[in-house]
C-alpha cells in the first residue's frame, strides 16, 4: 500500500509538471493508472486511479489533442503490455508482480474511439481489452476530409483502427505496394505510388509536425492525427476551425483516397484481427542475452514397455504450466507446456485400456488451455471436455481401442498458437503383447516457434501471430529448443545395440523429413502404425504436423550421427539432434581418413 501512496504521489506530481508543459504548447496533461487483474478466470485492467479506480477494463477519457500518461502494474497474473494499436503507442512487457511501465502520447485532433489492448499472446481476447474515448462519442456516418480546394467532401467510411494498424504494419507483406497484385488473402492492393512521393514532400516540408517515414505510416497519420499535417498558419497545431489542415486529399484525388479506405475496411476479418494484438507485442532485438527455465523434454524420459499384461484402468496426470524458458543462448521465450517441458510427458498404454484423464491448468496461467488426443475416438478428442480456466481441473475417460503411436496437443483457439507455443506431446498404445524388444527407445518430437525478432536474436523473444499464420518460423526445434539434443540432453547408445526412436511433429504447420545422417533405418512403422508390416531399408521417411513414426536401427560404427529434417535449411534455423554412439571401430564397414571442411 505504501508503494502505491508513492506511485500515486508519483503520477500527480508528473501531472503538474505536464500540466504546465502542455499550456505552452496548448495541450493538457492526463494521467491513468491500470493494474491486471484477474476474476473468474477471466483476465482484465483494473483501473487503480482515482478517475477510474475500481472499473474493469475502464473506458479513458482524453479531449482532442490532448497529451496523457497511461500506467500499468504487472499484478501477479502472468507477462503483460499495454498497446494502443491505432497509434501505434505501446509499452514494454511487464514480467514480475509489482513491475510497472508507462506509455505517453498525444490523441488525435478528433473526436474518436481508440482501442486499447494488452499486447501479450491472446491476452486481449481473453478480455484485456478497453476503450479511450477523445472527445464526444462519434454517430456511425462518413468521415470528412477535405478537397485540393480546401472544400470538405465524404470519405468512405474510415477504416477501424484494427484495420488501419493492420494496413500500416503491412499484415500482407509488400503487398500494399504492388497494385493490381492479389495478395495472400486474394485483395488487390491500391497504388502507393503517389502517396510515396508526397510523404518524401511532405516529410521534407517545414510545416510537417507528424514524423511519417513511409507511405503506410504517412496514411496512418493522416488518417488518425491529421493535426500533423497542419497550415503554415497553424505550426504548433491544431488548426483553428476557419483554417484547414493540409492533409493526405491535398495531394491525392478522392478516387485514390476512396480506393485505399475501401481497400482497408474490405479486409477480411481473419487478415487483421490478430494483426493489433501482435503489432503491440515489442521486439527483442536490442536487449541484452536473457536466460529462462530449462524446458528440454530429455528424449530417455519416457516409461518402460508394458510387458503382457491384461487391459486394466491408468491415470494419467497432465498439466499446463505457462513458463519463461531458454530458446537459444542468450534469447528466452514464453513457452506454454504440458507439465513444464516439451514436448509434454510420453504417455504409454495398452489397447484396450480404459484411460482416466486428469487435466490441471496451473494457477499462474494467463491463458485456458485444454487437450486433444488423436489417440481418442470421440468428438474433439478429449478437447470438448477439457477447456480449463487458470486453477482449474477437468478430467475425461477414453477407451483405448486402436494400438499406434498418437500425437496429443492443446485445441483452445487459437490452436496453432498454442502448438507452436510449446504444447504438445505422444501417447503409444501399445498392441496385445507389446512391440519388439530393444535396447534403447528415444522420445523426439519436432516443432516451430514464431518470434517478433530474427533467428539468433537475443532477449525475451515474444510470439509472433502473423509469422504464424503466414507459416514462416524462425525456430525449428528438437525436444523444445536449440540445442536440445546437441549440447543438453544428446541421445547415446553403444555399437551393436538396436534402438527405437519414437518420433513425432507437434507443428503446427511443417511436414518433417526425418532422416539420420550416416545411418539408415532397418524398420519404419509408416505413420506409426504398429499393426502394418514396417518398411524396411529406409534413408528417409516423412511426418506431417499432427503425426508420427516409430523407427528402429542396429548401430554398428561408432561415431556421431545427426538427426535432422532433410529440408535442410532447417539447420540454419536450430533443428539438429546427436546420436552419440560408443564402442570398437568397425573398418571392414566404414574406414578412411577424416578431412576438414564437412557439413556433418
Known sequence: MKVFKVLILFLLGALLITACAGAVANLSG??????????????????????????????????????????????????????????????????????????????????????????????????????????APQASQPASDVSANNVPVQNASAPDPAVLTAFQKGTCGSCHTIPGIPNAKGMVGPDLTNIGNTASQRVADSTYTGSAKTPEDYLHESIVNPGAFVSPDCPMGPCPANVMPTTLSQTLTQDEINSIVGYLSRLPGGAYSDAGVASAAPTATAQAPTTGANIVRDPTDLPAPLGNREPTTVRIDLEAIEVVGQLADGTTFPYWTFNGKVPGPFFRVRVGDTVEVHFKNNASSTMNHSVDFHAVTGPGGGAVFTPTEPGKETMFTFKALNPGLYVYHCATPMVAEHIANGMYGMILVEPEGGLPKVDREFYVMQGEIYTTGKFGDQGMQMPDTDKL????????????????????????????????????????????????????????????????????????????????????????????????????????????????????????????????????
Open 469 to 600: 499464420l503466414n507459416e514462416t518460423p524462425d525456430y525449428y526445434v528438437l525436444n523444445g529448443n536449440v540445442g536440445a539434443l546437441t549440447t543438453t540432453a544428446p541421445l547415446k547408445a553403444n555399437v551393436g545395440e538396436t534402438i527405437r526412436i519414437f518420433f513425432g511433429v507437434g507443428g503446427p504447420n511443417k511436414t518433417s523429413s526425418f532422416h539420420v545422417i550416416g545411418e539408415i533405418f532397418d524398420r519404419v512403422y509408416n505413420l506409426a502404425s504398429v499393426t502394418s508390416d514396417p518398411l524396411t531399408n529406409v534413408q528417409t521417411t516423412l511426418v506431417p504436423p499432427g503425426g508420427a513414426t516409430i523407427v528402429e536401427m542396429q548401430l554398428q560404427v561408432p561415431g556421431r550421427y545427426i538427426l535432422v529434417d532433410h529440408a535442410l535449411a532447417r539447420l540454419q534455423r536450430g533443428l539438429a539432434g546427436y546420436l552419440m554412439v560408443d564402442g570398437p571401430a568397425a573398418p571392414e564397414i566404414f574406414d578412411g581418413t577424416p578431412m576438414p571442411g564437412s557439413g556433418h
Open 30 to 135: 492526463k494521467e491513468y493508472v491500470l493494474t491486471t487483474d484477474l476474476k473468474d478466470g477471466k483476465l482484465m485492467f483494473l483501473g487503480v486511479s482515482d478517475e477510474i479506480n475500481g472499473q474493469t477494463n475502464p473506458t479513458l477519457s482524453a479531449d482532442p489533442g490532448e497529451t496523457i500518461t497511461v500506467t500499468l502494474i504487472n499484478g501477479g497474473m502472468g507477462q503483460h503490455s499495454l498497446s494502443f494499436p491505432a497509434l501505434r503507442a505501446s509499452t514494454d512487457v511487464v514480467k514480475e508482480k509489482g513491475q510497472t511501465v508507462s506509455v505517453t502520447f498525444t490523441v488525435p485532433y478528433r473526436d474518436v474511439s481508440l482501442e486499447y489492448i494488452d499486447g501479450v499472446g491472446n491476452n486481449a481476447k481473453l478480455g484485456m481489452q478497453g476503450v479511450l474515448q477523445v472527445g
